[in-house]
């Protein structure tokens, strides 16, 4: 089966309190894309996080004795390491560029996910102005899809992605961080290969591979495509949370 990935070409720019459930229906008919059962819209963190209110003037906020300390470490503002420590659990790393946390969402990431890229200023200074990552990205998905399920009498799945880097690799990768009828994971235990070995430990982290692809055809910069559709995902739709792809730290053994 063919996996075809379509970039959804005119949503306009978001801003705080726009309802994206209906404005995503809206554009995706305006484009002439027919949902079908078994189809995914792969949302970006960044529309669903501007619609929600969660940007950030940072003159706004007062930096702790401990956004102080980490601060004579790293090279970043105080009022921002402040805002890291906010959205985060705990500190994991911390270097003169990066600070790498826990998140409050259960995974760990580079800076608490908090954005600057793309993020027009509200007032003041553009250089003050950041994005918070969703309060709760699997809530967020499940607005969208009971609206269009709903409105459309379908059965469709819906991701919100981020841009995540990884341990010991350069770059950044499209992942997962909210999810609604898409299967994070999909479990292969149990099953036979090609010579009728039965697998023992594969379970495919299906989101993520999905957020990747979406995330080549959205891009990183000014290509302005915050939403792609998706038919061909090869595994069947069901009820899945964030949480089913979080390793706990006891099972960690990178931590």
């Not at 891009?219 to 009820?239: C, K, T, W």
Request: charge should be positive; proline fraction near 5%; glycine fraction near 6%.
């Amino acid at each position: 089966m063919a996996l075809i990935l379509t970039p959804v070409t005119n949503i306009p720019e978001i801003k705080p309190g726009d309802y994206l459930p209906s404005l995503i229906n809206d554009c995706l008919k305006k484009q002439g894309i027919s949902l079908f059962n078994n189809d995914i819209l792969v949302v970006t963190q960044k529309i669903v996080s501007k619609a929600e209110h969660r940007l950030i003037d940072l003159s706004t906020i007062t930096p702790s004795d401990e956004a102080l300390e980490i601060a004579k470490t790293s090279k970043k503002r105080p009022q921002l390491i402040e805002l890291i420590l906010r959205e985060s659990k705990k500190v994991v790393r911390v270097n003169r560029r990066t600070i790498i946390t826990e998140h409050k969402l259960g995974f760990i990431s580079a800076n608490a996910g908090i954005d600057h890229s793309n993020v027009r200023s509200m007032s003041g200074k553009q250089d003050d102005w950041y994005l918070l990552l969703p309060k709760d990205p699997d809530k967020s998905a499940k607005q969208i899809r009971l609206y269009i399920n709903s409105s459309e009498s379908v059965d469709i799945g819906v991701m919100i992605i981020d841009s995540h880097g990884r341990a010991w690799r350069y770059g950044t990768v499209g992942t997962m961080i909210g999810t609604a009828g898409v299967p994070g994971l999909v479990d292969l235990r149990g099953k036979k290969d090609l010579y009728g070995y039965k697998l023992k430990i594969t379970r495919v982290a299906a989101a993520d591979e999905l957020a990747s692809a979406a995330s080549l055809i959205m891009g990183q910069a000014n290509e302005n495509i915050p939403v792609v559709h998706v038919r061909g995902f090869p595994y069947p739709l069901r009820n899945a949370r964030l949480r089913e792809v979080l390793r706990p730290e006891n099972k960690d053994l990178f931590r």
